[in-house]
């Protein structure tokens, strides 16, 4: 009777261990395709903010479309910002959100010009914002590493 009782003990020990791993893996993968939809974001904000800037200096449903746009990456910001990153993923995460934090302030300022109608295409190419950006970009390798 205590050498059943032992095996069940023991299968049930693997059985949760398992349970665990599996769950490590499908939040590394959850986490993997929601850091990677992010940094598409970035990507896509880096290449079409520029042009629309552009266009916002004499257009205002480009000018409203920008505001839109900003807002939205703070939106994004925020929310990556509050993922749990799995623990393989935590240095990964950390480095993102340092960058948000960095471009959060630019970002807050682009807003406040693009409101007030001072539109500066200069600033949505050649800025430490769009630097921080591209570092962003950047991490999508490590990001993929992370779900092989």
């Known amino acids: 009777m205590k050498k059943r ?48 800037a552009q266009q916002a200096v004499t257009d205002e449903q480009a000018r409203a479309d920008l505001e ?37 302030e630019g970002i807050n300022v682009l807003v406040e010009n693009v409101e007030n109608g001072k539109i500066d295409p200069a600033l949505f190419e050649n800025s430490e914002i769009f630097q921080t950006f591209q570092n962003i970009t950047n991490t999508i390798d490590q990001i993929q590493q992370l779900g092989e």
């Open 68 to 104: 839109t746009m900003l807002t939205e990456m703070q939106e994004d910001m925020e929310t990556f910002n509050s993922l749990e990153a799995p623990g393989l993923a935590a240095d990964i995460h950390q480095q993102i959100v340092d960058y948000n934090n960095q471009a959060e």
């Open 5 to 52: 009782f032992l095996v069940f003990s023991l299968i049930g020990l693997l059985f949760l261990g398992a349970c665990s791993i599996l769950e490590d893996v499908n939040n590394t993968v959850t986490y993997v395709n929601e850091a990677t939809d992010y940094v598409n974001e970035v990507t896509t904000f880096v290449n079409e903010a520029p042009s629309l």
